[in-house]
């Protein structure tokens, strides 16, 4: 079984930055992709950003430039740097992994951009 926790959403205004973060636990799988997805209220989970094993990262184009995914093995966790914040990337913002058991999830935590 496959555990995420995440921390790190709160409140920001416009131009700002925060930094998610996302403990991966448990035992018995290999980590194939780090993805961190976001739902706005009524509206459908989007892709923002991966990793994989390897190394490579990729985002979606809407936060290109702003956002940075990473990974620290040492500690299991996933991250993601948001910078230069706008209010629509208010939305909850899920952790996913892919591993040899399949994909797992975290509970999401809730970002809310507004001045």
């Known amino acids: 079984q496959v555990q995420l926790v995440e921390s790190g959403g709160g409140l920001v205004q416009p131009g700002g930055s925060l930094r998610l973060s996302c403990v991966v636990s448990g035992s018995g799988f290999i980590i194939h992709g780090m993805y961190w997805y976001r739902q706005a209220p009524g509206k459908q989970r989007e892709w923002v950003a991966l990793k994989t094993s390897g190394g490579t990262t990729d985002y979606a184009e809407f936060v290109k430039g702003r956002f940075t995914i990473s990974s620290d093995n040492a500690k299991n966790t996933v991250y993601l740097q948001m910078n230069s914040l706008k209010p629509e990337d208010t939305a909850l913002y899920f952790c996913?992994?892919?591993?040899?058991?399949?994909?797992?999830w975290g509970q999401g935590t809730q970002i809310t951009v507004s001045s």
């Open positions: 996913s992994v892919g591993t040899t058991l399949g994909v797992s």
